[in-house]
């Protein structure tokens, strides 16, 4: 039964996206279960549902902007609340009770771009596939030369020490608190202009590294940092490449983190309201001066900051 039910999600997934040219697709298929969603086929309906739909009901939920391609975040609204199924699995996803609808906050990978986006999304009435066209990311290329080499080509000792933080940031990115948040506009952390440089595909002395996960604030050391919005505090530590940093979470997988820090103002657990205070910028970790790293996480995926932003152009 499992087969067949991704052999047919497939099959409807390439159907619709042949008979559309819709950025956001939903095929429609009834009352279903994913249990029991080959057996319905015999009376499934099939048809394109229109963007407007799904796509263009910005005006309830302004923040985040929609950007669908890597490292951007595609919006879905629902009469209900729905249960959303990625890979046969069920994932638990952002989701907002807005005026007369749900909707629901999906990142879409940096690291793993896809031409199509295929979800199934459950509610009590309708099972839909949905299909989401990205398009290509357009980042720019960045070198960076840094005098320790350490940061470039790590010994085994330092490998050990860069698997240890990776699964310490993996597990606390990984969290989905129960913590509600309505309005997802977000300010500036730091007084400094936006550089825009989110993506950004990265070599250092010459060798490729990971995309720019985030962007960078300038600032001169000491130079205070503010909470760009209300959450509870996760100390990390001392990283190897992140140096001094800590995360917020604001609830259902939204995470902000901070990098490179040269002091922190808080502790675990500590509740921060938007604007307070949280630290100071510094040069600690990978850093070739002063300023501030910060990356905003949405269920575990790195996306673009600028999009929570009132005064940014992504």
Do not use: C
């Not at 997934?13 to 095929?27: K, P, R, W, Y």
């Amino acid at each position: 039964m499992r087969l067949l039910f991704t052999l047919l999600l497939l099959t409807l997934s390439l159907f619709s996206f042949q008979t559309t040219s819709s950025q956001i697709t939903a095929v429609s298929l009834g009352a279903a279960s994913p249990e029991t969603f080959a057996s319905q086929t015999a009376t499934a309906s099939l048809g394109a549902a229109s963007p407007e739909t799904f796509a263009s009901q910005t005006a309830t939920a302004s923040f985040p902007r929609e950007q669908l391609s890597p490292g951007g975040i595609a919006k879905l609204y629902f009469d209900e609340r729905p249960d959303i199924y990625v890979d046969n699995k069920k994932h638990d996803f952002f989701m907002q009770k807005q005026e007369n609808e749900w909707l629901v906050l999906l990142p879409i990978s940096l690291y793993k771009p896809h031409e199509t986006l295929r979800l199934v999304s459950q509610t009590s009435s309708m099972l839909q596939v949905h299909l989401i066209t990205l398009q290509p990311s357009r980042y720019q290329t960045q070198h960076i030369n840094v005098k320790n080499k350490e940061f470039v080509i790590a010994s085994k000792k330092t490998l050990k020490r860069i698997r240890r933080e990776s699964l310490l940031k993996k597990k606390n990115l990984s969290q989905y608190t129960r913590l509600y948040i309505r309005d997802l506009k977000m300010i500036k952390p730091l007084e400094s202009k936006l550089r825009h440089d989110y993506g950004r595909r990265r070599f250092f002395n010459g060798v490729a590294k990971n995309p720019h996960a985030g962007i960078d604030l300038s600032g001169k050391e000491g130079d205070k940092i503010r909470a760009p919005l209300s959450g509870t505090v996760v100390i990390l530590g001392d990283l190897f490449y992140n140096g001094k940093m800590m995360m917020i979470d604001h609830g259902q997988g939204l995470i902000t983190a901070y990098s490179h820090l040269s002091k922190v103002y808080k502790e675990d657990d500590d509740w921060v309201k938007q604007g307070e205070y949280i630290g100071e910028v510094g040069s600690t970790g990978r850093a070739t001066g002063p300023h501030l790293h910060w990356s905003v996480y949405l269920n575990s995926e790195p996306v673009n900051p600028d999009l929570f932003l009132e005064d940014a152009n992504p």
